[in-house]
């Protein structure tokens, strides 16, 4: 027992000095530390306190200045970074909602314009004629939305006034700059453009509510819903605006 006992000691005594042999390496506590501008700053203004030689003060008090107007500068870059990805996280936000909404709208536009040939009705053929002249209206209103706005969703806020109202006057606001563009012979530029769809939409909640065979299920739900209520208008064709335009 005793010899066993020795043994183990040995082992352990072996393994403690295996660790302290592993050479002179750089201890990570002896590494110098970078000094901020902010202790830098206080370090000197400690020593301005003192008594000094004018040559040391005026050298020490000229350095405190550089160091003062370098801290300014980082801050105001801090503030800027700061705002910078913050708008830019609203930014691709808004583009992958639009992406979504001029989806959804073309998808009913080619249904509807399919519907339209097949069928024999004045009365029917106007009233998708209708339908089809407010999802244009909501196409143009995604594809020209101004860039220094903040993206109003047309299938959301229901009957909020206040949102309701913005949106109206945003639809005014892109009208004019289309007639605008168009006097000057140029073309107005897309904000809600098709390229938007190489975004990934996998890492946002927004966009995981439903796969593309949901949707294409419920775009064949709405088409079967519409032919049975024809000459009715479909309410999930519409947008919220002109679902409150017809309730009033």
Same mark, same amino acid.
């Given at each position: 027992m005793a010899h066993g006992g020795l043994g183990k000691r040995r082992v352990v005594e072996g393994k403690r000095l295996g660790r302290r042999s592993k050479g002179p390496g750089v201890d990570k506590k002896?590494?110098?530390?970078?000094?901020?501008?902010?202790?830098?700053?206080?370090?000197?203004e400690r020593m301005l306190r003192k008594e000094l030689t004018p040559e040391v003060r005026e050298a020490q008090e000229k350095k405190l200045d550089g160091l003062k107007k370098q801290q300014e500068i980082h801050a105001?870059?801090?503030?800027?970074? &700061?705002?910078? /990805?913050?708008?830019?996280?609203? *930014?691709?936000?808004?583009? +992958?909602?639009?992406?979504?909404?001029?989806?959804k709208i073309e998808r009913r536009i080619r249904r509807l314009e399919k519907q339209q040939r097949t069928i024999s009705g004045q009365a029917q053929d106007m009233e998708i004629a209708?339908?089809?002249?407010?999802? &244009?209206?909501? /196409?143009?209103?995604?594809?020209? *939305?101004?860039?220094?706005? +903040?993206?109003?969703?047309?299938?959301?806020?229901?009957?909020d006034s206040e949102i309701i109202d913005r949106r109206n006057r945003l639809r005014k606001q892109i009208k004019s700059n289309l007639v605008a563009a168009a006097a000057s012979g140029r073309d107005l530029e897309e904000t809600g453009s098709e390229d938007d769809g190489l975004l990934d939409l996998s890492d946002d909640d927004f966009f995981l509510s439903g796969s593309s065979s949901?949707?294409?299920d419920a775009d064949d739900e709405w088409t079967e819903s519409t032919r049975e209520r024809a000459p009715g208008i479909a309410a999930s064709s519409i947008s919220s605006d002109e679902r409150n335009k017809r309730q009033v």
């Open positions: 002896l590494k110098p530390k970078a000094v901020s501008i902010k202790n830098l700053i206080r370090s000197i105001r870059l801090a503030v800027e970074r &700061k705002i910078f /990805l913050r708008e830019r996280k609203i *930014f691709l936000r808004d583009r +992958k909602i639009k992406f979504f909404e001029r989806r209708e339908q089809l002249s407010k999802l &244009k209206e909501d /196409l143009e209103y995604v594809r020209f *939305f101004p860039k220094t706005e +903040k993206y109003i969703s047309l299938f959301t806020g229901g009957d949901e949707e294409a």
